[in-house]
């Protein structure tokens, strides 16, 4: 029971100081750091706007005079399911610049912790996982 505690412990540390420091950005107070952000937000917001209403999009009219939809969605990956969450967050009443926000949260969360899982197996070691 000590051991799953403790286990607990280690991920809510990282993960509530991670919140605690992008808290501007997770509750939209911040704007975009970068353009290349706010592409992706363009473009997944217009993708997942036009699977909202039943359209698969093959153009979009919004980028440079009009452009295929293809070259855009390799920013945002067009099978990621997890840009579907953006979706989902939209449905459940987040608008979705907010969605965006807390997707690519859960994004980098998940990444993380691929990372950890990763160092583990390859370190054989929980502590040295942690540290890296």
């Not at 991670?18 to 952000?37: C, R, V, Y």
């Not at 990956?77 to 807390?102: R, V």
């Amino acid at each position: 029971m000590k051991k799953n505690i403790m286990r607990l412990f280690y991920f809510l540390l990282p993960v509530s100081l991670w919140t605690l420091l992008f808290q501007p950005i997770l509750w939209g107070k911040a704007l975009f750091p970068s353009q290349e952000t706010f592409h992706i937000y363009a473009v997944a917001k217009f993708y997942l706007e036009s699977l909202r209403i039943g359209v698969f999009p093959f153009w979009n009219p919004y980028v440079c005079w009009g452009m295929p939809i293809v070259v855009y969605l390799s920013y945002v990956g067009i099978f990621n399911p997890i840009w579907f969450l953006m979706f989902l967050l939209n449905f459940a009443g987040l608008d979705p610049y907010h969605a965006f926000l807390w997707t690519a949260a859960a994004y980098f969360f998940i990444g993380q912790l691929g990372f950890y899982l990763l160092a583990r197996r390859l370190f054989r070691d929980e502590l040295t996982a942690y540290a890296a």
